[in-house]
């Protein structure tokens, strides 16, 4: 799952790529339509088909940002601002091409779902091999407020202080740390490769409950979740799963990590160990971790 350093790295490309092209036709996979016409919703959400394809084109992108792990691109048509908010799911990936078989490689060419011709000729692409990913156009932020609801971001300065504060409240308190730290409205953009090897350069059981770890340590905590993720940032992301940057490549961070889907410890030698917190697989080391 492409998590906050991936979506950067995705932004980073979509933004000078895309920014300043006018859309002029959208089309949508007959997948999305047959997911619609059952009264689901297969990637387009909080809009009819229709208005989504009809109200797009003559737009034009004037920035693509990332909030947390949300792509925005920020869209303007006569003077009026709007908001296409992507999140990426499970395999979600944007290609900025020439022609729709520019995209490179077969899986995520078979699995495109959204594609919007610009003015220029060039496209812009969505592909989603399992579909979990999200495509919301809105006016603005505040009309979907799931995003109102999002901790900073983990690089401003008001996050520290967010993260101090939530988990000292009952609700969380007595939670593990782990299902502490990847609460989006505590840290933005901290998912479990992350969150699992701060723990681990920190020596904190992932199940340990947030009130048992002392403010300092958690301080402590929180300055080394935001080091692993602007290392990951660097190194162009982690490609565990199906991320991809706009050109098709992959990052480098899976090579750094220490603990996330490791067998044996990198400090101790021993074996790793695994539990279920908040639904996600845990690695940890019984050892190091306390
Ligand atoms: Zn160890």
Same mark, same amino acid.
């Given at each position: 799952?492409?998590?906050?350093?991936?979506?950067?790295?995705?932004?980073?490309?979509?933004?000078?790529?895309?920014?300043?092209?006018?859309?002029?036709?959208?089309?949508?996979?007959?997948?999305?339509?047959?997911?619609?016409?059952?009264?689901?919703?297969?990637?387009?959400?909080?809009?009819?088909?229709?208005?989504?394809?009809?109200?797009?084109?003559?737009?034009?992108?004037?920035?693509?940002?990332?909030?947390?792990?949300?792509?925005?691109?920020?869209?303007?048509?006569?003077?009026?601002?709007?908001?296409?908010?992507?999140?990426?799911? %499970?395999? &979600?990936?944007?290609?900025?091409?020439?022609?729709?078989?520019?995209?490179? /490689?077969?899986? +995520? #060419?078979?699995? *495109? $779902?959204?594609?919007?011709?610009?003015?220029?000729?060039?496209?812009?692409?969505?592909?989603?091999?399992?579909?979990?990913?999200?495509?919301?156009?809105?006016?603005?932020?505040?009309?979907?407020?799931?995003?109102?609801?999002?901790?900073?971001?983990?690089?401003?300065?008001?996050?520290?202080?967010?993260?101090?504060?939530?988990?000292?409240?009952?609700?969380?308190?007595?939670?593990?740390?782990?299902?502490?730290? %990847?609460? &989006?409205?505590?840290?933005?953009?901290?998912?479990?490769?992350?969150?699992? /090897?701060?723990? +681990? #350069?920190?020596? *904190? $059981?992932?199940?340990?409950?947030?009130?048992?770890?002392?403010?300092?340590?958690?301080?402590?905590?929180?300055?080394?979740?935001?080091?692993?993720?602007?290392?990951?940032?660097?190194?162009?992301?982690?490609?565990?799963?199906?991320?991809?940057?706009?050109?098709?490549?992959?990052?480098?961070?899976?090579?750094?990590?220490?603990?996330?889907?490791?067998?044996?410890?990198?400090?101790?030698?021993?074996?790793?160990?695994?539990?279920?917190?908040?639904?996600?697989?845990?690695?940890?080391?019984?050892?190091?971790?306390?």
């Amino acid at each position: 799952m492409p998590e906050l350093p991936e979506v950067e790295g995705v932004v980073r490309e979509l933004a000078p790529a895309s920014s300043g092209r006018t859309i002029v036709e959208v089309e949508v996979s007959s997948v999305i339509k047959q997911s619609k016409e059952l009264g689901k919703e297969a990637i387009v959400k909080g809009k009819t088909l229709d208005d989504f394809i009809t109200e797009l084109p003559a737009m034009t992108i004037k920035n693509v940002t990332r909030r947390s792990k949300y792509i925005y691109f920020h869209l303007e048509k006569e003077g009026q601002s709007h908001l296409l908010v992507s999140h990426l799911g %499970m395999t &979600g990936a944007w290609f900025v091409v020439d022609s729709p078989d520019e995209v490179k /490689e077969k899986r +995520f #060419r078979d699995h *495109i $779902h959204v594609v919007m011709k610009m003015q220029d000729g060039g496209f812009l692409i969505y592909s989603d091999i399992r579909r979990f990913g999200e495509l919301r156009l809105l006016n603005k932020e505040d009309d979907y407020t799931p995003l109102l609801k999002m901790a900073p971001e983990p690089f401003e300065q008001a996050a520290i202080e967010h993260f101090i504060e939530m988990a000292k409240l009952p609700k969380y308190a007595r939670k593990p740390i782990k299902e502490v730290i %990847m609460d &989006g409205q505590i840290i933005s953009g901290c998912g479990n490769i992350y969150a699992t /090897e701060a723990l +681990f #350069r920190m020596n *904190i $059981h992932p199940a340990r409950a947030a009130e048992r770890i002392s403010e300092e340590r958690k301080r402590a905590l929180f300055q080394e979740i935001v080091m692993v993720l602007q290392e990951s940032i660097d190194a162009g992301g982690s490609s565990i799963s199906d991320y991809r940057n706009i050109n098709g490549e992959a990052g480098t961070m899976q090579t750094r990590l220490q603990m996330y889907g490791k067998k044996h410890c990198k400090t101790c030698g021993r074996d790793t160990k695994s539990m279920k917190i908040a639904g996600r697989t845990s690695v940890y080391c019984p050892k190091c971790q306390r």
